[in-house]
Every structure is written in structure tokens, then in C-alpha cells.
């Protein structure tokens, strides 16, 4: 899979993020095509979170210019809110809702009329192959199925762009590698992912990756490229190779 | 708005899901109400009182035995002195000293009129109270037994004196105290909690990366806790009404207004507390510790606040629930209308707004 020629969902220029003397996102510049999966890495404090914050429209750049899904993150922020989805570390579900009514109850606050609710729950229910547990409460799920029922509602209502922000923190390989197998389904049905990561092999996973250091992007390239620029067998040492020259603390 | 009704609904969810907690909420206000009603009753037994006779006539004689045989006091005679009974006050031995002055039996025959003198120990204002009552009757019914006896007016009154707290100040009665405690113990320790909940679980950020407004945030976070609230009043209410026999002496309308009104001020100062906590349980403690403590303290409902040293009194006017204890004794138990609490009104809606608009304010900068 590779980026596809369509006009970019995700465009920055400069854009820049100072809290008072501290830049914490310096002039970052890139693009993100439709249905790419753009991996976004660094180590704890290079920047990363700023950045996102920026692209989800909970955080107003210093300087620079950004858009996404065509929407100018100074102006359009509701707009913006409307076309992503976001997922986090924590699962963000409601332990003491069942499945069906987390479900619904994100469906809800994005205003989804109540026949595409129904319609959508019961379709995601199968996907997930979760139709027994609709009526269970989250709590009593395993930690898989947790992760990727809170992946398939990030994305419940057919947003243009999914940002993960460490979505598989804490989690085992095999449910990691099921994961992605999700993340790839929603790639090819033309939803842009943008996810964070410190799992190198999932790193590998992407179709490109950048890696940010002291709150610039240091490298920028799919993964193969950048293994072949640095001259290294795998990410895990590009990352490494980068990252140790980073002067700033981890946060 | 129905986006509103979407997250109201899963906030209801949240609150009859979680049972233990449902169950504190709405056994609170009675357990209060039957600890404060029945465990600590009004209705005193066996209280030690000392009597202490200086006369020694038939008239006295009659008298004591009346006090005596009454259930409600168990008498103790052998203290002949103002110092013995100065002290066995102050080791709490006695509760109350009636003492029948040595011109009794003279100023009676001469007069028809004479006096006995009723100390209390009131720093238990409540018992103070009742037995001084229970005396004051005893007596009472004393002299109209002797008049339709003997024919003759008889004037025997009981000079009553508080000891400690002669102003009874927050004395009458405990239910305006505990509406005041359990309103804003519940509101402010479960909107915070609520609101903590939801960042503790990583959920707020998917709601403030939401199109939801954060406003709509806070309207279904304090709706739930606003309705339990109103049901707690009525239980309150109820239960006083039934088993008190404490009924609202004023408007009930104007009783649940203001209510409503120390409500939302007691949900705002949840809100301002969730801002600033990161976990569910400093937010629980700080509620507990920043809110319960002052409201009992300071409320004027366990200790009066005419009493206490100028920078507590100070402090106590920018306890909400100290506007809101006056209001309800007013209301419910004297039975005055608005005219009486405007100003106490006035002041709490200011609170109020005030409260709402920073905890407002703050949730919104939190989001930048």
C-alpha cells in the first residue's frame, strides 16, 4: 500500500507551538495523504502530544499553517471535531456501560440520527464478532477486545482521519498484530490513520514514518527508506540513531 | 439537544449502575435524619438533675416529689451548695439544678408568687431545652393543681438560666442542618468525582476532541446529581414531616427554590473541585475535608457562629450552606416568607452565579 495521489487530508506549514521561551513544536512541516497510515514517533517530550493537540483542534498554534480535512486549524475547529476520530492510551471506554450502549453513546454525542446508530452498532457488532457480548458490561471484556471495540467507536462515525495516540500501550504482541489488522481494514476503506507510537515493530507497520526530536522532524520516510538512509537493519536503531542526540528531558 | 440527551441519559446510566453508591446517596439523608431524629431524640430520660431545697416547706416537699416521680429526671439531693453544684456541672454529673430559694415558702404565703431558679447546662443545647421545658410544665401544672385545689392563685415560676450558651443559638432544631449537610455533601462530592471520573479514564479527552460542547459536558454531569438532590429534599421532608412531626411552617414553594437555589451552588463548587483534581479520590477528599467539615462547622447548625472568634465568623460568611441554614430555619420552622430571607437569597444567588461562572471559566481554559 502506498500513498495514494489525492489531494492531502493532513497539511502543515511551519507550524510552530511555544509555551512562553519553550517551543515545544518547532516549524513541523508535512503532509498525509487519504488513507495513509503515518506513523508519528519520538521519544517522551520530543513533541509529539503538542503536535497532535495542534491537528485535533484542542490546542491553538503559535505560528504556521495547518489543515485538516480541508479545515483551517485556527478557524474551523468545530469542523475539524466533526471529521476525526481519536483514540488514546486509555481504552476511553465506560466500564459500567455495556458494549451496545458505549457504543451508542458515542455514536450519540456525534449526533448520529438513531436508525444509523442502530445500524452502525449492529455492523460493528459483527465485525467484531461481539454480537453475544452487546449486552455486557465493558468491564468484564479482555483487554483485546476492549482495545479494538474503543478503536472500532473512535472511528464510529466514519471520520476522515483516526489519531491513535499510543494505542497499544501495555498491551501483548498478538493482540497488537490483531489490532493493526484493524487499523489496515480502515486504511483501505479510506480513513486516514495517524497514530503514535514507542513499539518499533509497529513503527514497521506504516506506510511512512516521522520521527521527532526536541520538537522538530527529524526524519521523515517510509520505513524502508529511512532504514536505508541511516543504513540500519531496522527501526528500532533509526529511532535510536536519532533520538539519543535529542538534548531536551523527557516530561 | 439531542446530542445533550445522548450523554444526560449515559451520565443516569452511570449513577443506577453503580449500586454501593446509589445506595450511600440516597441512605444518607436517612440515616441522618433517623440518627439525629431518633438516636440522638429530643425526648431525654433519666436526665441527673440535682434539686437542691433552701426553704424545706410542704409546698417545696410536694414539688420535689411531683419532679421526682416524673420518668424524666433522676434526682440528685445531696448537693447543698452553690460550689457543689457549680462543680458537679462542670464534671458533667448533673444536666440541670432546680433550686428553691430559703425565702420560698415566706415570699408564697405573703405574695402568692414566688420564684425557683432553673440552671442548665446548655452546651448541649437541645437537652438544655427539653428539660428546662419538662420543668417549666411540671411546675406549670403544678400551680394549676393547687389553685383548683385550694381555691387560692398560686404563682410558683421557674427563673430559667442557661449555663455555657445562653443564646441556644443553633438549638432548635437539626433538620435545616441536615438538609444543608447532605445537599451539598452530595452534590459537590458527586458532581467532582463525576467530572474527575471521566478524566482519570482518558474519556474527557475524547469528548473535548468531540464535537460535544464542553458545556453540554457540565449540563449532563450536574443533571443527575441536581435530580437525586431534589429527591434527597423531598425524602428529608417527608421523613420529618412523618416521623418528626416537623412540617414546614412556611411556603414550601419558596422552602424548595431556595433549595434549588443551594443546589446548583453546591453542584458549581463540584465542579470548580473536579477542575483542580486529578483523581477520583482527591476528589472525594477534598470534598469531604474542604466541604463537610466547613458546613458542619460553620454552618451555625452544631456550634453558633455568634460565639466564635471574629476571623471564623468572617470565614463562615463565605460558606454557602450558612445562608441557606438560615434561610430554611426561617421557612421551614418560623414560618416567614420572602420578605425575611431576600437578603440570605440574594447572597447565595450571588454565590452562586459567581461560583458557576468561574468553575465555567476554568473548565474552558482547560481546554486550550
Known amino acids: ?251 | 439537544m439531542k446530542q445533550l440527551l445522548t450523554f444526560i441519559r449515559k451520565e443516569f446510566l452511570h449513577v443506577f449502575r453503580d449500586r454501593k453508591t446509589l445506595l450511600m446517596l440516597f441512605g444518607l439523608p436517612i440515616a441522618q435524619i433517623v440518627l439525629f431524629g431518633f438516636a440522638l431524640s429530643n425526648e431525654v430520660k433519666n436526665s441527673r438533675i440535682a434539686v437542691t431545697d433552701y426553704s424545706k416547706d410542704p409546698v417545696t416537699t410536694q414539688l420535689i416529689d411531683k419532679i421526682s416521680s416524673s420518668s424524666y429526671f433522676n434526682i440528685q439531693r445531696n448537693l447543698n451548695s452553690a460550689q457543689q453544684i457549680d462543680a458537679a456541672f462542670k464534671k458533667g454529673d448533673i444536666r440541670m439544678a432546680v433550686i428553691f430559694p430559703a425565702n420560698f415558702s415566706t415570699d408564697l404565703t405573703h405574695t402568692g408568687k414566688a420564684t425557683i431558679q432553673v440552671i442548665a447546662d446548655a452546651s448541649d443545647p437541645n437537652l438544655a431545652t427539653t428539660i428546662t421545658n419538662y420543668i417549666t410544665r411540671i411546675v406549670g401544672d403544678f400551680n394549676t393543681q393547687s389553685e383548683l385545689s385550694t381555691g387560692q392563685p398560686l404563682q410558683i415560676l421557674p427563673e430559667v438560666q442557661m449555663l455555657y450558651n445562653p443564646e441556644l443559638k443553633g438549638a432548635p432544631n437539626f433538620v435545616p442542618g441536615v438538609m444543608a449537610l447532605v445537599l451539598m455533601l452530595v452534590c459537590t462530592m458527586m458532581t467532582s468525582v463525576a467530572i474527575v471520573k471521566e478524566k482519570e479514564l482518558g474519556t474527557m479527552e475524547i469528548l473535548l476532541v468531540s464535537p460535544f460542547k464542553p458545556i453540554y459536558i457540565i449540563i449532563s454531569k450536574l443533571t443527575p446529581n441536581l435530580l437525586i438532590s431534589v429527591v434527597n429534599l423531598f425524602v428529608i421532608l417527608v421523613l420529618s414531616a412523618l416521623f418528626l412531626d416537623l412540617h414546614v411552617k412556611g411556603s414550601t414553594l419558596l422552602l424548595i427554590f431556595c433549595s434549588i437555589l443551594f443546589i446548583l451552588t453546591s453542584l458549581s463548587i463540584g465542579l470548580l473541585l473536579s477542575i483542580n483534581a486529578k483523581t477520583q479520590q482527591s476528589a472525594m477528599m477534598a470534598s469531604l475535608m474542604g466541604m463537610m467539615l466547613p458546613t458542619m462547622l460553620l454552618t451555625g447548625f452544631l456550634f453558633p457562629i455568634e460565639n466564635m472568634p471574629w476571623p471564623m465568623q468572617v470565614l463562615a460568611n463565605l460558606v454557602p450552606s450558612r445562608w441557606y441554614f438560615i434561610i430554611v430555619k426561617r421557612v421551614m420552622l418560623k414560618g416567614m416568607g420572602f420578605g425575611a430571607v431576600w437578603k440570605e437569597t440574594l447572597i447565595l444567588a450571588g454565590m452562586c452565579l459567581a461560583l458557576f461562572a468561574i468553575s465555567l471559566r476554568r473548565f474552558k481554559i482547560r481546554l486550550q
Open chain 1, 1 to 251: 500500500m502506498s500513498s495514494t495521489t489525492s489531494a492531502p487530508v493532513i497539511t502543515t506549514d511551519k507550524l510552530t507551538k511555544r509555551f512562553g521561551q519553550f517551543i515545544a513544536a518547532n516549524e513541523l512541516t508535512f503532509q498525509v495523504a487519504k488513507g495513509e497510515i503515518f506513523g508519528f514517533l519520538g521519544a517522551n517530550g520530543a513533541g509529539k502530544t503538542t503536535a497532535m493537540r495542534m491537528l485535533c483542534g484542542l490546542l491553538k498554534p503559535s505560528s504556521g499553517k495547518a489543515t485538516i480535512a480541508g479545515y483551517d486549524v485556527y478557524t474551523q475547529t468545530e469542523k475539524i471535531k466533526r471529521s476525526i476520530g481519536y483514540m488514546s492510551q486509555k481504552f476511553s471506554l465506560y466500564d459500567d456501560l455495556t458494549v451496545a450502549e458505549n457504543i451508542r453513546f458515542y455514536a450519540g454525542i456525534y449526533g448520529m440520527s438513531r436508525p444509523a446508530i442502530k445500524e452502525k452498532t449492529a455492523q460493528l457488532l459483527k465485525e467484531l464478532q461481539l454480537e453475544k457480548e452487546a449486552k455486557t458490561l465493558v468491564s468484564e471484556l479482555p483487554l483485546g477486545w476492549k482495545q479494538k471495540l474503543s478503536f472500532s467507536v473512535s472511528i464510529v462515525h466514519d471520520p476522515d482521519i483516526v489519531f491513535l495516540d499510543e494505542p497499544t500501550g501495555g498491551v501483548d504482541p498478538v493482540t497488537r498484530r490483531q489490532f493493526w489488522d484493524l487499523i489496515y481494514h480502515a486504511s483501505d476503506r479510506g480513513v486516514t490513520v495517524f497514530v503514535t507510537t514507542h513499539y518499533m515493530d509497529e513503527a514497521e507497520y506504516c506506510n511512512r514514518v516521522s520521527i521527532m526530536v526536541d520538537g522538530v522532524v527529524a526524519a521523515l520516510d517510509s520505513p524502508t527508506r529511512l532504514k536505508q538512509q541511516f543504513g540500519r537493519d531496522n527501526m528500532e536503531d533509526v529511532f535510536y540513531e536519532l533520538a539519543r542526540k535529542a538534548t531536551r528531558k523527557a516530561d
